[in-house]
């Protein structure tokens, strides 16, 4: 199973990303996580993006695609993957369509979580005090939230047009969001 997971800061990626990941044992994958660990660990690449991420801003999509490039090979190889915040804009997306067409890894399924700003101001205000990322203080969080609007948001209509999208109200309850997504792909998932 390849599926692909959209949505604005807080929406929930990350958590369902990894209950579907293991509900159907593919790798979980997440772009921002990906960064962050490098920036922790202080690598060459850390460094070039840490600012874009405490500032909110995307990471340069060459950038962001190096960083991605060997773990999605490896997932790709392994079967599949759940992919959390790439593609974050239509170039990647084509990125990822050139790249995965090269090795029969192409997405078939689009998650898209629907949540109101106001919702998740919410969830980044909570998150910044209980986890601390710097992202996450409000003026930061605003941003993320209006990148999403200009970059990201667009893709919902990208995968839309190629019949790949599936929309879930993510404004739910977790377990609730969880049950509707799992049901939304449970058709996809490949007999073993
Ligand atoms: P969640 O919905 O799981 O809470 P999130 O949207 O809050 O996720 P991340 O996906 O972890 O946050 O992204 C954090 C930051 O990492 C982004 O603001 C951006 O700077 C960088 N980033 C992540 N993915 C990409 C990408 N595909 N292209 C460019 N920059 C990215
Ligand atoms: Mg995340």
């Given at each position: 199973?390849r599926?692909l997971?959209i949505?604005?800061?807080?929406?929930?990626?990350?958590?369902?990303?990894?209950r579907?990941?293991?509900?159907?044992?593919?790798p979980?994958?997440?772009?921002?996580?990906?960064?962050?660990?490098?920036?922790?660990?202080g690598?060459?690449?850390?460094?070039?993006?840490?600012?874009?991420?405490?500032?909110?801003?995307?990471?340069?999509?060459?950038?962001?695609?190096?960083?991605?490039?060997e773990?999605?090979?490896?997932?790709?190889?392994?079967?599949?993957y759940?992919l959390?915040?790439?593609?974050r804009?239509?170039?990647?997306?084509r990125?990822?369509?050139t790249?995965?067409?090269?090795?029969?890894?192409?997405?078939?399924?689009?998650?898209?979580?629907?949540?109101?700003?106001a919702?998740?101001?919410?969830?980044?205000r909570?998150?910044?005090?209980?986890e601390g990322r710097?992202?996450?203080?409000?003026?930061?969080?605003?941003?993320?939230?209006?990148?999403?609007?200009a970059?990201?948001?667009?893709?919902v209509?990208?995968?839309?047009?190629?019949?790949?999208?599936?929309?879930?109200?993510?404004?739910?309850?977790?377990?609730?969001?969880t049950?509707?997504?799992?049901?939304?792909?449970?058709?996809?998932?490949?007999?073993?």
């Amino acid at each position: 199973m390849r599926v692909l997971l959209i949505g604005p800061p807080a929406s929930g990626k990350g958590t369902q990303g990894r209950r579907i990941a293991a509900h159907f044992d593919v790798p979980y994958l997440s772009s921002g996580e990906l960064l962050r660990s490098q920036v922790a660990a202080g690598t060459p690449l850390g460094h070039r993006v840490a600012d874009d991420l405490a500032a909110g801003d995307l990471v340069p999509d060459e950038v962001m695609l190096e960083a991605l490039r060997e773990p999605l090979h490896e997932a790709m190889s392994s079967g599949g993957y759940v992919l959390d915040g790439f593609p974050r804009n239509v170039a990647q997306a084509r990125e990822l369509e050139t790249f995965a067409a090269k090795i029969g890894g192409a997405p078939e399924i689009a998650v898209w979580f629907d949540v109101e700003d106001a919702e998740l101001l919410k969830r980044t205000r909570s998150r910044a005090l209980a986890e601390g990322r710097v992202d996450d203080v409000d003026k930061v969080a605003r941003h993320r939230i209006d990148v999403y609007a200009a970059a990201t948001a667009p893709l919902v209509d990208h995968y839309r047009a190629q019949g790949l999208l599936i929309r879930v109200d993510a404004a739910k309850p977790v377990d609730a969001v969880t049950g509707a997504v799992l049901a939304a792909l449970e058709p996809f998932a490949k007999l073993a």
